[in-house]
């Protein structure tokens, strides 16, 4: 009976599965998924960005230091004034970059020469091609010079033309003065009318100098014997006259109308000898063959001269008196004595 009345007592052992350990490596993971993503994204801006864009960048996150400034109440709590440098940081602006542009004169590419900035390099390049081209130039004018010269030597009626002609050089190209003889005018008296042999020189010499390319002026010359003809007809009308017959002549001798520059009479201005200035050796025709040098020359004279026209403002006001305009005055090398 007794051992009926025991109390059994049953121990059952449940075994589960192995315990929650936490979220602790979700962190740490995520911490360093986050410090990857970082550090390339870093990388990317380092070689996505300018050198400007980095110092943006890096002035936006520099801290700002307490300084003395002139603005404010000065010390430690003095505030900066409006116009002083930063004054407008804030942590929540945008970071900007700021350049310093230096003050242009606002010319362009093709104003380097007048502005000092032309390439070396490029300068060095034009002189060596104006020296090449100034080279051939003068092998062309000595052609042309000795063909004038065996041309009058080898044709008996024009040997004594050669005492007519004067060949010489001048800064601006080669220069051919035909001028008048004692005795042996080259136009007929107070005429603009070729004499027959002042003819024939001008043909030679347009023989001579048809074949190159260069550029040509006229120009007349008188002595200064004063000149009064029909209506005011002077010495200036007359020159002008001469050069122009000399120019008709030119062109009858096989030169190109295109290849004259200009045609001018000059009377008594620009004298051959001005220690005597009524010489008949001051009646002359000058014809002068340019150089390309200063055929570029006078054009880029010229176009500056167009450019200042068009930038000058009109000026207000009744207009004054028009401006002389100075004669060219033509180089004339050696005078003869």
Do not use: C
């Not at 979700?26 to 390339?40: E, G, I, P, S």
């Not at 002359?284 to 026209?309: F, G, H, M, W, Y």
């Not at 930038?311 to 006001?317: E, I, L, T, Y």
Request: hydrophobic share 35%; net charge positive.
């Amino acid at each position: 009976m007794a051992d009926s009345d025991a109390i059994i007592v049953v121990k059952k052992i449940k075994k589960g599965g192995h315990g929650h350990h936490g979220g602790a490596w979700k962190v740490a993971y995520a911490d360093f998924v986050t410090a990857m993503m970082a550090f390339f994204l870093l990388l990317w801006l380092l070689n996505a960005t300018t050198e400007e864009q980095k110092q943006g960048i890096s002035d936006y996150f520099a801290p700002v230091a307490v300084s003395a400034s002139s603005g404010g109440a000065g010390g430690m709590l003095g505030g900066r004034s409006i116009s002083s440098p930063g004054s407008s940081i804030s942590r929540t602006s945008i970071p900007s970059v700021s350049l310093k542009l230096e003050p242009t004169t606002g010319a362009t590419e093709g104003d380097a020469e007048e502005e000092g900035g032309a390439d070396p390099e490029a300068e060095k390049a034009a002189q060596e091609e104006r020296e090449r081209i100034e080279k051939i130039e003068n092998r062309n004018f000595d052609k042309i010079e000795q063909q004038i010269r065996e041309t009058i030597q080898r044709t008996p009626d024009l040997r004594e033309l050669e005492k007519h002609l004067l060949i010489d050089r001048t800064p601006e190209g080669m220069r051919i003065q035909v001028v008048d003889r004692e005795g042996r005018p080259m136009f007929a008296s107070g005429s603009a009318r070729l004499a027959p042999h002042t003819k024939k020189l001008m043909h030679l010499i347009a023989a001579a100098i048809r074949r190159v390319p260069n550029r040509i002026r006229i120009s007349g010359h008188t002595d200064s014997q004063p000149f009064k003809g029909k209506n005011g007809y002077s010495n200036w009308e007359l020159s002008a006259d001469r050069a122009q017959s000399s120019r008709r002549a030119l062109v009858e001798g096989g030169l190109h109308v295109s290849r004259i520059e200009s045609v001018a009479g000059l009377a008594a201005q620009d004298p051959l000898l001005p220690e005597v200035p009524t010489s008949h050796r001051n009646r002359r025709v000058n014809i002068l063959l340019l150089k390309k040098s200063a055929e570029l020359d006078q054009l880029r004279k010229r176009t500056t001269q167009t450019a200042v026209k068009k930038r000058k403002p009109a000026a207000s006001g009744p207009p004054g008196p028009a401006p002389t305009t100075p004669l060219p005055k033509d180089w004339t090398g050696p005078r003869l004595r």
